[in-house]
């Protein structure tokens, strides 16, 4: 995952289209912060990188599940 790349997250309800903001989150090699605007200090969330796989047809990253 780089900067700049788009995040398909599956919410309760809806699925929503978010941008990775950062790839280093302190203590943790394995989560990603991922916002809506894609700017570093806005609210956002954390997602573990191995939860997601790169889906060519939709050019972004999808949840394995």
């Known amino acids: 995952m780089e ?3 788009r ?3 599956k919410g309760d309800l809806r699925k929503q289209v978010m941008l990775v903001a ?3 989150i302190p ?3 394995q989560k990603v912060f991922v916002t ?6 806005t609210v956002g969330l954390k997602l573990w990188k ?5 889906s ?4 972004m990253w999808v949840s394995k599940r």
């Open 36 to 41: 809506h605007s894609g700017g570093d200090f």
């Open 7 to 9: 995040v398909m997250v």
């Open 56 to 59: 060519e047809k939709s050019q």
């Open 27 to 29: 203590h943790s090699t």
């Open 50 to 54: 191995s939860d997601y796989v790169w």
């Open 22 to 24: 950062r790839t280093e």
């Open 3 to 5: 900067v700049g790349d």
